[in-house]
């Protein structure tokens, strides 16, 4: 089983920068695919960024120039850098893994519980 806890979220200004970190932990064989996601209130859980095994990223439009995704391989741990941050970025913010616990493994999806981004204007 893999755990993914979150942290680094909290209240910024408009314009402030915020570094949010995921650590997996628990039965990690490799871990081919980190998201973030975020949801609003009363809206959807969208994606926000994705780094695949082979470093390949992608971003949603809204933050393009913006966020920066990365990962550290050997400690298991994702980063989501947000510069000039937006009051529309306000959202809780979830990270998600696909990962496997053995070479003989299934791929199974993983998520954490969230922090929240609080952006004020």
């Known amino acids: 089983q893999v755990q993914l806890v979150e942290s680094g979220g909290g209240l910024v200004q408009a314009g402030g920068s915020l570094r949010l970190s995921c650590a997996a932990s628990?039965?990690?064989?490799?871990?081919n695919v980190w998201n973030w996601h975020r949801q609003a209130p009363g809206t959807e859980r969208e994606l926000v960024?994705?780094?695949?095994?082979?470093?390949?990223?992608y971003y949603v439009d809204s933050v393009k120039g913006r966020f920066t995704i990365s990962r550290d391989i050997a400690k298991n741990t994702l980063y989501l850098q947000m510069n000039s941050l937006k009051p529309e970025d306000t959202a809780m913010y979830y990270c998600?893994?696909?990962?496997?616990?053995?070479?003989?493994?299934?791929?199974?999806?993983?998520w954490g519980q969230g922090t929240q981004v609080t952006v004020s204007s």
């Open positions: 998600a893994a696909r990962g496997r616990a053995s070479s003989r493994s299934n791929y199974n999806d993983y």
């Open positions: 628990g039965i990690i064989f490799s871990i």
């Open positions: 960024a994705r780094i695949m095994s082979g470093g390949s990223t």
